[in-house]
């Protein structure tokens, strides 16, 4: 029997997991995706939010601050990218310029830092590409941008390195009470644990009301973006917001952590927990917004979008966070609705899990956790020296597999070979960014198939775009 | 710093042909620099045949046209590296680049030649909606990977637009056992040459749906359908008149886009039609000494006539190489795209020329029994009719040494499509 | 007998609907063709299509696991599909040389299946 199986390897679960890995426990995480952050943390802003959209008082506000601070630290700890580079909300209506007094307000209750309310020539002056239309904008410093992707495979191989188990395309099908703990049928077969994690996204309802009375609801909500070649990366240094509404925060125009630019997200509940497909509507409702200069004082040239995605937000009808053991289901611990800000608020949703999880089940620290991690050298991000160095040491480094980016072959090969090595083409995107340039791998599919073969010793056919039945290819030629 | 005379970026049909023609005006020190792990770029999958016609007079596949150019590079022992990406250049010509054996090295030329090629548009850049599973490629991935690896990406095809590639990758998955259901065309007419419609499309049974495009992808592992709907004038889906196709596979052959990453390093001006430098009648660049010929100047629809472009831009560098640099000897005229007319290669010229020059153009529409003029300043100086013109098909003016000497002080000339 | 063949004219992009008036296997008369090399392609197109097959073929051995090849002239359209089967089974070994022939008189024609590229063996 395992100690604690955590359902979901999302950002919610592999910070939780991270955290609990201090402990001497046998933890084992079950994905039903092919990779960390496969599912709804896969496709979102990626920004760090500072803290003062959330209701004040609420379990929201005080994760997202505390979120916000330990981001940094966890940044430095487990070597992954952030970039703090301030949010605006931006005011274009003189009749609504006191919603940035609300905001101002909330930022203070939150114990936001640094928030202030900046005239037009100031903010123009910071962001000069700025509607005309500019009255006022509030701007938060401690706003920043990430990649989820990042956070999630940082915070995953960690926890693997210091001993939590990683079982992918593993799909829990049911949940039922045993004796001292709980009973999981999953596709793999079944599995006995003392306790439960449910960090289950947009399903974390569907577990939760397996073993509880007390129902919840979550609901998809839908998200889709424009994402814009790093050509115009350049248009915002901040994350530029609207005034937010009753959806969430509005849509963004905003820089990526890797300089690209998006405009989203919209807002829709969708029945489909697996609905991420962009729809016509929304897309042409987003090129709307560019063409139209929305938060933005030219328009935004629609030759430059690279590409349009879609990600769901895990909505509980009470927009609140569920951190906590569910009352009727001992040694059941929710991590449940954790929509926006639930990114940023993913390091403190870890901690205080595993503050939770080890009271509870009297866990003892281990003395040898292991508490940093080397993330994957970015060849490009080098100096010349070291750039040099690196190919000396390992010649892989100076084949160029994906030239959009300017990937190498040897950050390919340690995405493969590093603790839960990529095995899908998408797997290798997310640690990589091979294919996420403007040919959106066109160049670079064939190789990294190859590569992938070749480091798995498995023959080109079986490879997946991320896993389950996503191959690639369907055959050899002259079968038929 | 290692000295080059002449540096070629890319090793395609473009890179080598410039470097066989330099070799021949009495450059004697060339590298070709390819970041593929062979001579010939794209040539190499184009497997099917329909190469060569104005160059050697014969019907070649893509690999026996490169193989060609090949010989001819080896034979005059001109250097080129292979698995080598240039990482950066700048306008003073110091070019670097990388490979396994030497990692970072800079090197200065005398004379850059561009010739890095095209890349594919991708989904993306079309804003089709639905999911994003397996089994969406350009039609040149899946052109790679069935005709150099030996693979199938599907068996059951939809193709959205009707480029040659995505006409010829029609033909080829059909004639290994896939089933092409449809082949959806957003324009109203195809960008495909009359000969691949026939033969790719027409021979097989597959049907070429202008005015149509996909709507909607469904499946999230592998595609298992699109949805396709006609458009309307300003090429929005008309509602009602979605057809659902079952397909595990969507090929994309929705256009081909420059590659000029290097080019905005040096900081060469881009046309905005073309997407590739805007060079005067050298094939120069508005950088001295950097030459652009080829897919990365502006997209061919024939392989001959990139090996002519990139011959003369070949000559063009070891007479710059040679002459140091060009004194402009008259005031520079512009070569505008008139009325009908997208846009023209070159966009300038900068010297006197004393043969005729070519001016290729390609037109907005299909245009039938019209005329193509050649205008100096407001004076009309060529008016030729022509039985029909379409996008697909790349035309060309030529504009006499006479012509110019007798006109010596115009500022621009213009190509337009009028009434004949 | 008399029958009547409508094709599509390669010529240039016109792309003209030439129709062939075929009397006992032989044209008598085209029409919708707008210049000659329309009435040419007709008269060809319509009693015996020919097209030149280009495919691959498997390789052992070679930095390429399959070879391009070609027909070296038209043969039949009909007789494409026999074609591709007569090649589908086929295994070559590395090293191949752009030109060797890989099938001689492919479907009883006088036309040769021929290599396009050169296959280094490794």
């Given amino acids: 029997m395992k100690d604690i199986v955590i359902i979901g390897a999302g950002v919610s679960g592999t910070c939780i997991a991270r955290e609990l890995s201090r402990y001497a426990a046998h933890i084992c995480v079950l994905e039903k995706g092919d990779d960390v952050a496969s599912g709804t943390s896969k496709a979102n802003s990626g920004v760090i939010h500072s803290g003062f959209d959330a209701k004040p008082g609420t379990l929201m506000a005080e994760l997202n601050v505390e979120g916000n601070k330990l981001m940094w630290e966890r940044a430095k700890e487990l070597n992954f990218p952030v970039k703090q580079n301030g949010a605006l909300v931006v005011c274009t209506d003189p009749d609504e310029r006191d919603h940035l007094d609300v905001l101002l307000d909330q930022a203070y209750k939150n114990g936001v830092p640094g928030v202030r309310i900046l005239e037009r020539d100031e903010v123009l002056k910071m962001e000069p590409n700025l509607t005309d239309k500019t009255v006022a904008a509030l701007y938060a410093p401690t706003g920043g941008v990430i990649s989820p992707f990042g956070l999630a495979i940082a915070m995953g191989e960690n926890a693997n390195v210091n001993g939590v188990d990683f079982q992918f395309e593993t799909e829990v099908t049911n949940i039922y009470p045993i004796e001292g ?43 889709e973006y424009l994402l814009f070649d790093k050509a115009i990366g350049h248009i915002f240094t901040a994350s530029v917001f609207p005034l937010p509404g009753k959806m969430g925060k509005g849509i963004l125009t ?45 328009k935004l040239p629609l030759n430059r979008i690279i590409t349009s995605f879609s990600g769901l937000r895990a909505h509980e009808d009470h927009h609140e ?22 990114l940023t608020s993913s390091p403190a949703i870890g901690v205080r899990m595993a503050k939770i999880v080890s009271k509870k089940m009297e866990l003892k620290e281990k003395d040898n956790f292991i508490s940093t991690r080397k993330g994957i050298t970015h060849f490009r991000d080098l100096s010349e020296e070291e750039k040099q160095a690196k190919i000396a040491e390992n010649p892989a480094y100076g084949q160029i597999i994906c030239r959009c980016e300017m990937i190498t072959e040897g950050e390919i090969l340690d995405a493969i ?24 791998a066109g160049f670079c599919t064939p190789k990294t198939m190859e590569i992938l073969a070749r480091e798995w010793g498995v023959p080109m056919t079986s490879i997946t775009k991320k896993g389950g039945k996503s191959k690639m290819l369907v055959g050899y030629t002259k079968e038929i | 710093m290692e000295e080059r005379q002449i540096v070629i970026i890319g090793g395609g049909p473009a890179g080598l042909s410039a470097a066989v023609a330099a070799k021949n005006a009495g450059a004697d020190d060339i590298l070709i620099i390819e970041r593929d792990e062979r001579l010939g770029g794209i040539l190499n999958q184009c497997i099917h045949n329909g190469f060569g016609l104005h160059t050697f007079k014969e019907e070649l596949t893509g690999p026996e046209y490169a193989k060609r150019y090949i010989n001819q590079v080896i034979d005059f022992g001109i250097d080129y590296l292979l698995n080598t990406m240039v990482v950066d250049i700048d306008d003073k010509r110091q070019v670097t680049y990388m490979n396994r054996e030497e990692g970072l090295v800079t090197i200065k030329a005398d004379a850059v030649i561009l010739a890095m090629g095209c890349r594919e548009r991708p989904r993306g850049a079309l804003n089709i909606p639905g999911y994003r599973p397996a089994g969406i490629y350009t039609a040149g991935t899946a052109q790679r990977l069935v005709n150099m690896e030996g693979y199938m990406p599907g068996r059951k095809v939809v193709i959205l637009g009707s480029g040659d590639i995505g006409l010829i990758m029609a033909r080829r998955m059909t004639l290994e056992g896939a089933e092409v259901k449809v ?55 008309i509602p009602g008149t979605e057809e659902d196709y079952d397909c595990d596979t969507l090929l994309l052959s929705v256009g ?42 502006h997209v061919h629809d024939l392989v001959d006539f990139v090996s002519e472009e990139a011959a003369k831009a070949g000559e063009n560098a070891v007479a710059f190489v040679k002459a140091n ?68 098909q790349m035309e060309e003016v030529l504009i006499k040494p006479e012509e110019l000497n007798a006109h010596a002080s115009i500022k621009q000339i213009k190509v337009v499509i009028e009434d004949a | 007998m008399k029958e009547e063949k409508t094709i599509t004219c390669i010529g240039c992009p016109m792309g003209c609907q030439v129709t062939a008036v075929l009397e006992d296997g032989k044209v008598t008369e085209v029409t919708g063709n707008t210049c000659a090399i329309g009435d040419r392609y007709a008269r060809k197109e319509v009693i015996c299509p020919m097209r030149v097959v280009t495919s691959t073929v498997r390789v052992k051995g070679g930095n390429l696991p399959v070879v391009s090849v070609k027909t070296n002239g038209d043969i039949p359209k009909k007789q494409i599909a026999e074609c591709m089967r007569q090649i589908r089974d086929i295994e070559l070994t590395a090293p191949i040389v752009a030109g060797d022939v890989i099938v001689k008189h492919i479907v009883g024609t006088d036309t040769n299946v021929i290599a396009t590229k050169d296959i280094q063996a490794v």
């Avoid at chain 1, 966070?321 to 639930?342: K, L, M, R, Y």
């Avoid at chain 2, 999230?220 to 309307?232: K, N, P, Q």
């Fill in chain 1, 181 to 223: 703990g709980y009973h999981l049928d999953t596709n793999k077969g079944p599995i006995e644990t003392k306790a439960i994690i449910n960090a289950a996204g947009v399903y974390a309802d569907v577990f939760h009301n397996m073993v509880s009375e007390k129902k919840i609801h979550i609901t998809a909500r839908k998200g």
């Fill in chain 1, 254 to 298: 905003a820089p990526t952590i890797d300089g690209n630019l998006y405009v989203g997200p919209t807002a829709n509940d969708v029945d489909d927990k697996e609905g991420v497909n962009t729809t016509q509507e929304i897309l042409d409702l987003l090129v709307d917004k560019a063409e139209t200069a929305h938060l933005c004082k030219i």
């Fill in chain 1, 321 to 342: 966070f569920i951190v906590e053991e569910v009352a009727d289901a001992p040694n059941f611990f929710d991590a449940a609705g954790i929509e926006s800000p639930g």
């Fill in chain 1, 417 to 440: 070979h590093r603790p839960l090595g990529a095995r899908s083409m998408d797997a290798i995107k997310r640690r990589t960014r091979a294919g996420m340039g403007r040919c959106q």
């Fill in chain 2, 183 to 237: 082949v959806a065309e957003i324009m109203p007419f195809s960008g495909g040459l009359k000969r691949n419609i026939v033969q790719c499309l027409d021979d097989f049974d597959i049907p070429l749906k202008l005015n149509h495009t996909v709507v909607d992808i469904r499946g999230r592992e592998r595609v298992e359908g699109v949805t396709i709907a006609e458009v309307d004038e300003n090429r929005k889906p």
């Fill in chain 2, 256 to 297: 081909l886009i420059p590659e000029n990453e290097l080019s905005e390093k040096i900081g060469v001006p881009l046309d905005p039609v073309t997407h590739g430098p805007i060079v005067n009648e050298t094939f120069e660049t508005k950088v001295s000494g950097v030459f652009a010929c080829g897919n990365v100047l």
């Fill in chain 2, 325 to 392: 640099y060009y004194e402009p000897n008259r005031q520079q005229i512009d070569i505008l795209a008139g009325e009908g007319v997208g846009y023209t290669v070159p966009q300038t010229i900068a010297q006197n020329i004393d043969e005729p020059l070519k001016v290729r153009f390609r037109v907005r529409g299909i245009y039938q029994g019209k005329a193509v003029s050649v205008y100096f300043d407001n004076e009309r100086i060529q008016h030729k009719k022509k039985r029909i013109i379409a996008p697909g």
